[in-house]
């Protein structure tokens, strides 16, 4: 039998007790709230855990869940050319919490941050308005609006940002050195 590539919020609420579920979003987005039990392994930090991950996947079924599922299916890929199967949430945690399932939150929130697609909406509408603003001293600092929407049109053909990938390396967006360690730790335990 084929192992599914993509599951529905349902399918992993009934599964959560069997599959190793690997949150990929910033370690300040997954503070606003996670799937129980998810791990926090950001997606710029998957490749450190790849040999954790191919003995888990071994003998236990991986779910890779983001905030939408684009960054999840990005690290399904990355997963699979390394060998290892796993699933994604089709609509990641927004569908979960749609489904009327609960996320769960650390006792610690003081990590919790905006959503990386809110950052991103913020970053853009900011140096849209300031490149307009600035414009009416200087014409050319019209550019950087001009370079935002094209940034952000070539964000859709391709369904990847470059800007979320800039604040992904913002402190506040960062991995804390014991929290990715304690999740692969965890991994390990499996």
Known sequence: MAHPHTLDAHQVHSRLGDLIVLDVRTPGEYATGHLPGAL????DQLTRALPDLREVAAHSDVLVVCASGTRAESARTTLADHGITASTLTGGTGAWTDGGLALQHPEDNRHATWNMERQVRFTAGAVVLTGLTLGRLRPAFRLASAGVAGGLVYSALT???????????L????????????ALATLRSH
Request: net charge positive.
């Open 171 to 182: 402190p506040h967006n960062r991995p804390r050195q014991g929290d990715l360690e304690a």
């Open 159 to 169: 369904n990847t940002c470059g800007m979320a990938a800039l604040l992904a390396k």
């Open 40 to 43: 926090n392994i950001p997606l």
